[in-house]
């Protein structure tokens, strides 16, 4: 199976500076963006390193067996999937020592989400509020869950979709990489197939355009490259209120024969 | 309609969402294209009809009516100044505020209040048990599975945990994905159903589901 990708950020419509990043590594099949806060430049500088992090630590593990993990190895998850948290956690680390040298950079940390592809097998790792999302079958599924105060709230079942989306408290994160010395990590996992296509996006997207807007998008557009200009320019066209960044990877035969063709024809028709 | 397109399916976050098996997740889309409203089929099964006649994009104009399903969608452009409905749009975005952290004594209380909500969810310790699939029918390697990972994957495929035997079979027909609030299960080469329901995305499973994938059929049980 092969990846076609297809990436942007953009500043958007109101902020002077853009702290969200991100960095594909197509050798590695490794995808990961940020979205950095603190400030100043502070958040650029924190969403970098985070993002460097990750790729670096990766790229090491997958050169030396004996590239040490960070934070606790989880039992129910492969072991790429848990070296991508370690990648987490050791990006979190980094943020966290680098804003305790500088007093300038109190508090900036980060929001982080990861996709690594090996083979068939998909290993997600998170923090913060950006997300994966699977579009399958027709279908647009987020992988991710929030760790955002509204969609803690929602998930306990103290305050309705309804509510989160008109709350002014949507930028209170629950967790963010290098804010505090430890940070949990969430990861998942699952299989792709032919005719999958995979989004990785800041909130300066999700708040701005719906989940079926992203959905149609996806679905109308042929080029990877393309949908992520079009979700770029409806977040703006809608305001723009905040930096915004996709990533959208298409997962697709390398060969392209009949047989697989037939095969997403069928998923696709139900 | 307002500048934003509108969204018809069976998922229920379409801007009209209609609850029928014969609709699609994402249907088909009215959007304004030059001043114009433009219909649009998004891939569906069933297809979209403009007076009876099947399209895969048309422009709309007063009195037109679109088939979707069984449902019939009539075009009123005579009242459109009249009838904003903007039902669909999120709403205004508030006041952009800086990104912060929770600090730790909000963060203690949201953990408490989760952990009250936990003791009620069907994975809190008190009521700890082991989700398992019993094989009702079909060719698979056993007739009992435990359910550990994150990933549970039925299929042909060596990396399945439920391994289905058979010629046709698709390495992986479908998924189980367990969340914080429970077991999900979503789509492979197969749209699984459960309780005889196609689904539609990720969906929750419940203790006692049947599920069907293909000619296999599974129960879903959380035992002791």
């Known amino acids: 199976m092969r990846i076609q990708t297809g990436a942007r950020t953009d500043l958007g419509r109101v902020r002077k500076n853009n702290e969200d990043c991100f960095q594909m590594e197509p050798s590695l099949q490794l995808f990961v963006l940020s979205d950095g806060m603190g400030g100043e430049a502070h958040g650029e500088v924190a969403s970098n390193l985070a993002v460097q992090t990750v790729i670096t630590h990766c790229q090491q593990s997958e050169n030396s067996r004996t590239t040490p993990i960070f934070g606790e190895a989880q039992p129910d998850v492969s072991e790429r999937t848990n070296r991508l948290a370690s990648a987490i956690h050791l990006a979190n680390k980094k943020v966290f020592e680098m804003a305790a040298a500088n007093p300038a950079q109190k508090g900036m940390g980060a929001t982080i989400v990861a996709a690594w592809v090996e083979g068939q097998r998909l290993s997600v790792a998170h923090v913060g509020d950006s997300r994966v999302y699977l579009l399958r079958a027709g279908t647009l599924d987020q992988l991710t869950a929030d760790h955002s105060l509204v969609a803690e709230k929602v998930r306990i079942g103290i305050m309705t979709p309804q509510e989160a989306d008109a709350s002014e408290m949507q930028s209170v994160l629950t967790r963010a990489v290098g804010t505090t010395a430890a940070v949990q990590v969430d990861s998942t996992e699952q299989m792709l197939l032919v005719g999958d296509t995979l989004l990785l996006c800041s909130d300066g997207l999700t708040r701005m355009v719906t989940d079926p807007e992203i959905a149609s998008t996806l679905l109308t557009s042929t080029a990877a490259q393309e949908a992520a200009d079009r979700l770029i320019e409806l977040a703006n066209d809608y305001g723009g209120v905040d930096n915004v960044s996709a990533i959208v990877l298409r997962v697709t035969q390398k060969s392209d024969g009949v047989l697989d063709r037939l095969k997403v024809w069928k998923r696709n028709s139900g | 309609m307002g500048t934003r397109p509108v969204t018809i399916g069976r998922a229920p976050d379409n801007d009209i969402p209609i609850d029928n098996l014969a609709v699609s997740n994402y249907h088909a889309r009215v959007y304004l294209e030059a001043g114009s409203l433009v219909v649009e089929d998004l891939n569906s099964l069933n297809g979209l009809f403009l007076n009876d006649i099947r399209v895969e994009r048309a422009m709309l104009k007063d009195g037109d009516a679109i088939l979707i399903g069984k449902h019939h969608i009539l075009v009123d452009q005579a009242h459109d100044a009249a009838l904003p409905v903007d039902g669909w749009r999120k709403p205004p975005v508030p006041r952009v505020n800086e990104t912060m952290v929770l600090d730790t004594h909000e963060r203690r209380k949201l953990l408490e209040m989760a952990a009250a909500a936990g003791e009620r969810s069907q994975l809190s310790p008190e ?20 359910i550990s990972g994150k990933l549970t ?32 299960l979503g789509c492979g080469d197969r749209v699984p159903k459960i309780n005889g329901i196609a689904i539609g995305g990720l969906t929750k499973l419940n203790d006692g589901d049947l599920i069907e994938v293909g000619r296999v059929r599974l129960n879903f049980l959380y035992r002791e």
């Not at chain 2, 009521?127 to 435990?146: A, H, I, N």
């Open chain 2, 153 to 184: 994957v039925i299929g042909h495929s060596k990396l399945a945990t439920v391994r289905l035997r058979g010629w046709f079979t698709p390495d992986i027909a479908a998924q189980i994905n367990k969340h914080e609030d429970g077991y999900y």
């Open chain 2, 127 to 146: 009521r700890l048990r082991v989700p398992t699939l019993t094989v009702l029918q079909g060719r698979t390697d056993q007739k009992e599975y435990r």
